[in-house]
């Protein structure tokens, strides 16, 4: 499955953004799907992940009651809603594809989108 992630921006502290990872080639609705951030310097950072189907979400501490993960499976897309973007959210976002569910390990993803960047001035 390829995955493409789009919607980053500069935006100032406070904005929102929703960041969009559309699949393409196999379908994504087959896998548990990743959100995860890496800043300069820093290691990645998982974000969020989202299951199957969408019912269960899990989130960083840092940026639960902020952000949202969703996705439509018709639509072969996951979404990652930001709210009240802060400084120390910028960092380049990648969506993934695996199949466990939950989880934060990014070596249980298999497949990479190329990243959207995020940043976040105060």
């Known amino acids: 499955v390829q995955l493409q992630a789009f919607g980053g921006g500069s935006v100032q502290a406070g904005s929102s953004l929703r960041l969009s990872c559309a699949a393409s080639?196999?379908?994504?609705?087959?896998?548990?799907m990743g959100w995860f951030r890496q800043a300069p310097g820093k290691e990645r950072e998982f974000v969020a992940a989202i299951s199957l189907n969408g019912g269960n979400t899990w989130y960083l501490d840092s940026v639960k009651g902020r952000f949202t993960g969703s996705r439509d499976n018709a639509k072969n897309t996951v979404y990652l809603q930001m709210n009240s973007l802060k400084p120390e959210d910028t960092a380049v976002y990648y969506c993934?594809?695996?199949?466990?569910?939950?989880?934060?390990?990014?070596?249980?993803?298999?497949?990479w989108g190329q990243g959207t960047l995020v940043t976040v001035s105060s």
């Open positions: 993934a594809a695996g199949t466990l569910s939950g989880s934060r390990d990014y070596r249980q993803y298999a497949y």
């Open positions: 080639g196999r379908t994504s609705r087959g896998y548990d």
